[in-house]
């Protein structure tokens, strides 16, 4: 049975930073596309990041515009986890993050590509 397990979530003050993790089990992702989505209350999920596995060369992170150079996107797939570092957060980034995998191995933002999904880990930012 394929698992997602978030953790890391909390409240922090605008500026602050959280990491969060993603611990997979069940099967390995190594060559999978592996991401984290947001939903924040009263809208949609959205994408916030993910890395494509591009054959034979190495991970390519990518991110929605609205994270990048705030967060950093990374993978142990020795240990099966994916992480997110965020900073310098704000009160925007309030959502359930989710850690999502899917059966593509490029770059994709569509939460329909995604077949596995973590319970979600909440991140509140006060200002």
């Known amino acids: 049975q394929v698992q997602l397990v978030e953790s890391g979530g909390g409240l922090v003050q605008t500026g602050g930073s959280l990491r969060l993790s993603c611990a997979a089990s069940?099967?390995?992702?190594?060559?999978?596309?592996m991401g984290w989505f947001r939903q924040a209350p009263g809208k949609e999920r959205e994408f916030v990041a993910s890395?494509?596995?591009?054959?034979?060369?190495?991970?390519?992170?990518h991110y929605t515009e609205s994270v990048k150079g705030r967060f950093t996107i990374s993978r142990d797939n020795a240990k099966n986890t994916l992480s997110l570092q965020m900073s310098d957060l704000k009160p925007e980034d309030t959502a359930i993050y989710y850690c999502?995998?899917?059966?593509?191995?490029?770059?994709?933002?569509?939460?329909?590509?995604?077949?596995?999904w973590g319970r979600g880990t909440l991140v509140t930012v006060s200002s």
């Open positions: 999502a995998a899917s059966r593509r191995s490029d770059d994709t933002r569509n939460a329909q590509d995604y077949v596995y």
């Open positions: 069940g099967r390995t992702f190594s060559t999978s596309t």
């Open positions: 890395m494509s596995w591009i054959t034979g060369v190495l991970y390519y992170p």
